[in-house]
């Protein structure tokens, strides 16, 4: 179990679409923005992370990074979480975020990241 490739949906509407783990336990797939993201700039953007080995960690942690597809503005993030499995074997992710817009200058670098 908590092997992540397939699609997962978050609380706001969010959609994520996972391929299959490589051998290397890395995985790629595509977030697609639900309506709490807001706005139309929005578009499926791709997906890269890499998840502990499921059968030496029955609840493993995992990371991706999100490279936006926007058409006015450069962004990233990245989420750092981990796998759960309950009694009934339902699985279920838990993660952080962190996201970085494009600065101008280094002086604005202070509100770049969220």
Do not use: I
Not at 14 to 26: A, E, I, N, Q, Y
Not at 87 to 102: D, I, M, Q, S
Request: overall charge negative; proline content about 6%; aromatic content about 10%.
């Amino acid at each position: 179990q908590c092997l992540l490739s397939g699609s997962w949906r978050s609380d706001t509407g969010s959609r994520m679409v996972m391929f299959p783990l490589g051998k290397d336990s890395r995985f790629s797939g595509s977030y697609l923005p639900g309506p709490a993201a807001g706005g139309s700039e929005l578009l499926t953007s791709p997906l890269e992370g890499s998840q502990q080995d499921a059968e030496l960690f029955p609840q493993p942690t995992f990371s991706f990074t999100v490279n936006w597809q926007l058409r006015e503005t450069a962004q990233t993030t990245v989420f750092l979480g981990q796998c759960y499995v309950d009694t009934n074997g339902e699985e279920t992710l838990h993660a952080l975020w962190l996201l970085r817009e494009v600065a101008d200058s280094p002086t604005d670098d202070w509100k770049a990241t969220r």
